[in-house]
């Protein structure tokens, strides 16, 4: 019942706040937004019994990645009424297109469900204790099996950190170092 | 108990969200935090099914595309900040620097 | 309607001390922070050898109640051009963010919010850095430029120490094998000493990232009066300020709350585990006991009757306090409260002595330069952060392959300050050749 609750409250938030950040014509409004959408699956992923990946999200996504494009909306300061609302076909109907394309991909998951035996509606879920306690099982796992994925990560992040600095580097001040 | 279907169709809806916001919005900015949400959508299927497996591989792959999506987002907004020194706009109409 | 009453009854009776603890935390932390403001500048009067707000109330101990009033009453100003939502939503942000934290803090043995936490300390930390969010969205929202400029400044520190600071955690981490703050505490009794004899470079390093992190002095430039007006709450008035306030001394408490377990040993009594300091369990309501004679020694001093009556009733309040600490030795049946009252004592004890280290930093040193402070987080704190974990780690190799834990870990506490002693050197050398400005990171606007 708790868990039922949980997760309406919780998926509730994540499709309105997604919903609400396509459509908002202020930047920094839909970065609020999105804030709010992770947040919220941040709460789907503690309700799956994943905490470790529950703070993960926290601190990168929300802490990180979203302070990040706040301060670039706020460099990239444009008004808001620079861009009037005019209505445009295209978005109605890719609204359309995409619309018809979950309505099929929601039909197979629906249908699929019912099918006996086998199907979405796995019988024999794997006891939650398999996955506790959550840090020291993902730790397991990402040092043993995912060791050259995890140095990969790192060697991308190390790229990743010098491209944005070269790149968002201002070119008037290289002067020395 | 919340059966798998349920996850399937949240992680379903904010896919189908986020990709409408990515073929729509002019702001790329927008555009970069649609993909986010798109990232995120994955981010619950996968959960789901390092739950419903008991393999804890399925969090590690979260793990990644979390890690894999800050790097993304660093080096799309440094393009867009660089792209925004030298035409002072952000909305996607405009970049049509190689439109004939 | 019975099987929704049912569930609801089942849900309060299985959740009913999770959910008293947080109404308390929100309902007191306010209160407390309030009166660490009162104890702030008492502290910064004598260090500047005068008295304080003596004024109102008694020694001036109404003065906090004095100030929510009249914040609360105050108009409430919204400029002109801010955005509404957003100028609502940060102060809420910030607010929230600290007393959140709060939750995953153990205060005593069984004495926390959420019971005990796989991923305790994290969390705490994570939370706490939602904060963030806060700051550079009300100076966002505020449509100024002193606003923005102190958001933007206020967040690249932010992010900068909080780097350093996680790195410094880690070290301890490392010494005790897990994230849950019970497991750390009980590691600290299982090495029969605190944390920061076995890591002192690491406890240094996250002293200075947790003085950065909430903004205080040495490293308050982007809240400064004299630099920035008032940085990112300079528009802000009246009750949202207040907001902003209170969630930065509850910031305080939180980063205290964190070093003290990690570093300082939590709940534990000092050197807990030698039988004969036993005697050591009664220091609480000694202690209490003490002060309220010390309050009956200052009553007979007093030159008013009115604060000669005040320091009696202070007297009997010690008195009380310290008959409930010692009450459960000698009523039998309340035995078991014993670990608990006596780990919170030892725990506030040390989150207030860290408090009141901030403090002294505060009125002692002078403040940064920007440049210098982000050179400071960048060049010199991270760097030896990352040894220090390195040298942690190797500390904990030798100690699995039989040599001593203390002779391993004095040595490679040696290295990391023999490079923390090269890192300044060079930084001095650097700074001493370089005659332009520093060219750190400049976060202005556009």
């Known amino acids: 019942m708790l868990d039922s609750i949980l997760f309406y409250f919780f998926g509730g938030v994540a499709v309105i706040g997604a919903a609400l950040m396509v459509t908002r014509r202020n930047a920094i409004h839909s970065a609020v937004f999105l804030i709010t959408t992770l947040l919220a699956t941040a709460g789907i992923f503690l309700q799956l019994g994943a905490e470790f990946l529950f703070i993960a999200q926290i601190i990168l996504y929300v802490g990180g990645i979203m302070v990040l494009f706040i301060f670039v909306i706020m460099l990239v300061r444009l008004d808001v009424a620079l861009h009037h609302i005019r209505f445009r076909m295209k978005s109605l109907v890719v609204t359309i297109v995409i619309a018809v394309l979950g309505a099929e991909a929601g039909a197979i998951i629906y249908y699929a469900r019912k099918l006996p035996g086998q199907g979405l509606f796995i019988q024999n879920m794997a006891p939650a204790s398999n996955l506790t306690p959550n840090s020291e099982k993902l730790a397991q796992s990402l040092f043993t099996n995912y060791l050259l994925p995890f140095e990969i990560a790192s060697v991308l992040l190390l790229v990743a950190m010098v491209g944005a600095v070269v790149m968002a580097k201002n070119k008037k001040r290289t002067e020395d170092s | 108990m919340m059966s798998p279907a349920h996850y399937l169709f949240l992680s379903l809806a904010l896919f189908l969200i986020g990709c409408v916001g990515v073929v729509t919005r002019r702001n790329v900015i927008v555009v970069l935090m649609s993909i986010e949400l798109i ?9 789901l099914f390092s739950r419903i497996f008991g393999d ?25 900040i660089a792209f925004f020194r030298n035409r002072e706009t952000v909305l996607a109409d405009e970049m049509d620097l190689l439109k004939w | 309607m019975n099987p929704t009453l049912h569930a609801i009854l089942v849900f309060l009776q299985t959740w009913w001390v999770e959910l008293t603890s947080g109404v308390v935390i929100v309902a007191v932390v306010p209160l407390v922070a309030g009166y660490v403001v009162l104890v702030e500048r008492k502290l910064m ?35 002109d051009e801010a955005d509404r939502l957003i100028f609502w939503l940060a102060p809420v942000i910030s607010m929230t963010a600290a007393l959140t934290s709060m939750g995953a803090i153990a205060f005593g043995p069984s004495f926390q919010v959420a019971r005990d936490i796989n991923i305790g300390i994290l969390f705490v930390l994570g939370v706490s850095s939602l904060g963030f969010l806060g700051i550079i969205l009300g100076g966002w929202a505020s449509n100024s430029h002193y606003s923005i400029m102190g958001a933007l400044r206020s967040t690249a ?19 005790s094998g897990t994230l849950s703050i019970s497991g750390i505490v009980a590691a600290q009794e299982k090495y029969h000493v605190w944390f920061i004899f076995l890591a002192p470079v690491a406890a240094f390093i996250y002293l200075v990232a947790s003085i950065a992190e909430t903004n205080r002095a040495p490293f308050d430039l982007p809240e400064a009066e004299s630099e920035l007006v008032a940085g990112y709450m300079t528009e802000y008035s009246g009750f949202r300020w207040a907001l902003y306030f209170l969630g930065e001394y509850a910031n305080m408490i939180v980063v205290g709350s964190i070093a003290t377990t990690l570093f300082l040993g939590g709940w534990l009594r000092p050197f807990p585990n030698v039988h004969w300091l036993n005697w050591l369990d009664f220091l609480p309501a000694l202690i209490i006991a003490l002060i309220g004679v010390y309050s009956i020694y200052r009553a007979g001093k007093q030159p008013v009757m009115v ?18 600490f010692a009450m459960p030795w000698f009523v039998g049946t309340l035995k078991f409260v014993i670990p608990g009252l006596n780990g919170a004592f030892w725990f506030l004890l040390k989150v ?3 408090i009141y280290v901030f403090m002294w930093l505060r009125f002692t040193l002078p403040r940064y330069r920007f440049d210098q402070l982000m050179h400071l987080g960048w060049y010199i704190l991270i760097p030896l952060a990352i040894v220090n974990v390195f040298a942690v780690g190797v500390a904990m190799l030798l100690e699995s392959n039989g040599v001593n834990r203390w002779l391993a870990l004095i040595l490679t506490t040696l290295v990391t300050l023999v490079f923390a002693i090269l890192l300044v050197r060079w930084h001095d050398r650097r700074t001493e050749s370089a005659s332009t400005a520093s060219l750190a990171p400049d976060s202005y606007a556009g």
């Open chain 2, 39 to 47: 990232l995120n959508a994955v981010n619950i299927n996968l959960v």
């Open chain 2, 56 to 80: 804890a591989a399925g969090q590690v792959f979260a793990l990644f595309i979390i890690a894999d999506a800050a790097a993304e987002a660093a080096v799309g907004l440094g393009i867009i």
């Open chain 3, 45 to 79: 009067a004598d260090m500047q050898a005068r008295l304080g707000p003596m004024r109102v109330g008694p020694h001036g101990l109404l003065q906090p109640i004095a100030d929510a009033v009249k914040l609360l009453i105050k108009e409430d100003i919204i400029p």
């Open chain 3, 157 to 175: 520190q932010l992010v900068s120490y909080e780097t350093a600071g996680g790195l410094a955690i880690i070290a301890g981490l490392l010494l």
């Open chain 3, 307 to 324: 604060q000669t009556g005040f320091m009696w009733a202070v007297a009997l309040a010690c008195f009380a306090v310290a008959l409930i």
């Open chain 3, 352 to 354: 207030s002595a860290y």
